[in-house]
C-alpha cells in the first residue's frame, strides 16, 4: 500500500498548493468603495425563462425595487417555451409596471444550448450598451445597478463579474450546497486575485455589447448545454484580460435558491461540471483535475481502510490536510458572503468528496436532464 500512499500524498501536496495560491488571491481582490457618483451606465438586464412560475414574480419584484433610474434601464425577458404560467405572471407585472420598459421575446432553437440561444436572441434588441444577465430564481439586491453603474465609471471595465449565493432554510440539504456554492465562489475570487480568472456566474454578469461581439459572442462555444457565463468569460479573458473585472461589494450580491431535491441538484452539478471538458484556460483544467483526483484519493482511501488495506490514520492525515485548506478558503468566502456567520462545515466536508466524485464521474460519461430536457456531455 507503500504506492497507493505516495500517490495520495502528491495529490494532496498539489491540491494544497492550488488552494493556498486561490487564498492568497483572495486577499488581493478588495472591496469597491463606491463615490456618490450620479447614474449614468444604461443597462438593459435579460432575463431567459422556462417554467419559472414559482420563482418569476420575487425576481420581479427585486427588479421593480432597484435604486436605480427608470430611464437608464431595460428589461428583455426571454420564454424558453415555458409550459406553465411563467408567461401570464411576467404579463401581470408588466400590467401593474408601465412605466418600465419591458420586452417579452421567445426562444429561437439556433445551437445545442438554449441558454446560450435566448441571449443571443436578446442581445441585438437591446437599447444600451451594457447587457446584465441573471437567472429567474434570482433576487437582486437594491443597490446592484447603482454599485455597478459606480464601478464602470471608475474603472471603464467591459465585462464584470458578480457573487451569487444561496437564500437557504435552516437544514442541513441547504447549507451542504451553500458551502458548495461558497467553495465557487471563493474559487472564482481568487482565480481574479491571481489573475487568471477562469469562472463566474451567470446569476449576476455584466459585458458590453462591443465587447461581446469582439469576442465572437458564443460562436465555438455552442456545443456545451451550459457555459453562457464560464465559457464565455475565459474567451474574453483570452482577448483581453484586462478589460474583465471582479466586482466585490456587498451590495451587489445576488441571491438564487437551492435545490429541494436531490436528484436536481446533482443534475445540476453535472451540469456545471460538464462546462470543464470545454474550459480553455489550462490552469483551470489542471485545477478541475487536481480538485477531482483529490475528492476520488479519498473516497478509494476510505474504501482501502474499511476493507483493512489502508490505516485509518493515513487517510484521515489527507484529509485534515485537505479541510486545513479548504476551511481557510471557505472562512474567507463566509466572511464575504455572509458577513462572518459562525459555520463548522465538519458534516458537510465528510460528505463532501463522495458527491463530488460521483458528480466528476458521471458529468465525463453520463447524460443529464435540466428544465426537462435530456442532454449530453
Not at 432575463?47 to 420581479?60: C, S
Request: charged fraction near 20%; aromatic fraction near 12%; glycine fraction near 6%.
Amino acid at each position: 500500500m507503500e504506492i497507493i500512499t505516495l500517490v495520495l500524498a502528491i495529490i494532496t501536496v498539489l491540491y494544497v498548493v492550488f488552494i493556498v495560491q486561490l487564498i492568497l488571491g483572495f486577499t488581493k481582490v478588495k472591496t469597491f468603495e463606491p463615490t456618490n457618483a450620479p447614474p449614468k451606465t444604461a443597462f438593459t438586464i435579460v432575463v431567459p425563462f422556462r417554467n419559472e412560475e414559482k420563482n418569476l414574480k420575487a425576481l420581479l419584484e427585486s427588479i421593480s425595487r432597484l435604486n436605480y433610474p427608470i430611464s437608464l434601464l431595460q428589461i428583455v425577458m426571454v420564454d424558453d417555451f415555458s409550459k406553465d404560467q411563467s408567461v401570464k405572471i411576467y404579463n401581470q407585472w408588466r400590467m401593474a409596471h408601465e412605466a418600465v420598459d419591458t420586452t417579452l421575446l421567445e426562444n429561437l432553437q439556433l445551437s445545442y444550448s438554449p441558454k446560450k440561444d435566448a441571449l443571443t436572441r436578446a442581445i441585438p434588441i437591446a437599447k444600451h450598451e451594457w447587457i446584465v444577465t441573471t437567472d429567474a430564481d434570482c433576487i437582486v439586491p437594491k443597490n446592484w445597478l447603482l454599485t455597478l453603474d459606480r464601478y464602470i465609471q471608475e474603472n471603464q471595465p467591459e465585462m464584470i463579474v458578480g457573487s451569487v449565493m444561496y437564500k437557504v432554510k435552516n437544514n442541513w440539504f441547504h447549507h451542504f450546497q451553500q458551502l458548495d456554492l461558497m467553495s465557487l465562489q471563493g474559487t472564482t475570487i481568487g482565480s481574479f486575485g491571481m489573475e487568471k480568472p477562469f469562472m463566474c456566474n451567470g446569476a449576476n454578469f455584466a459585458y458590453t455589447k462591443n465587447f461581446f461581439n469582439a469576442i465572437g459572442g458564443f460562436g465555438g462555444i455552442s456545443d456545451k448545454a451550459s457555459g453562457d457565463d464560464v465559457l464565455l468569460l475565459q474567451k474574453a479573458v483570452n482577448v483581453n484580460k484586462d478589460k474583465v473585472h471582479y466586482l466585490k461589494n456587498p451590495d451587489v450580491i445576488v441571491k438564487t435558491k437551492p435545490e429541494n431535491d436531490l436528484f436536481k441538484l446533482f443534475m445540476q452539478r453535472v451540469r456545471w461540471a460538464g462546462k470543464t471538458t470545454g474550459y480553455d484556460s489550462s490552469y483551470a483544467k489542471m485545477l478541475a483535475v487536481v480538485v477531482l483526483f483529490m475528492n476520488l484519493g479519498l473516497v478509494v482511501g476510505c474504501g482501502l481502510s474499511v476493507v483493512g488495506k489502508l490505516d485509518w490514520s493515513t487517510t484521515l492525515a489527507f484529509f485534515a490536510v485537505k479541510y486545513s485548506v479548504d476551511y481557510i478558503l471557505l472562512y474567507q468566502s463566509n466572511a464575504y458572503l455572509r458577513k462572518g456567520k459562525f459555520f463548522v462545515p465538519m458534516a458537510s466536508s465528510i460528505l463532501y468528496p463522495f458527491f463530488c466524485s460521483l458528480v466528476g464521474l458521471y458529468s465525463l460519461f453520463g447524460s443529464f436532464t435540466w428544465k426537462g430536457r435530456r442532454f449530453s456531455n
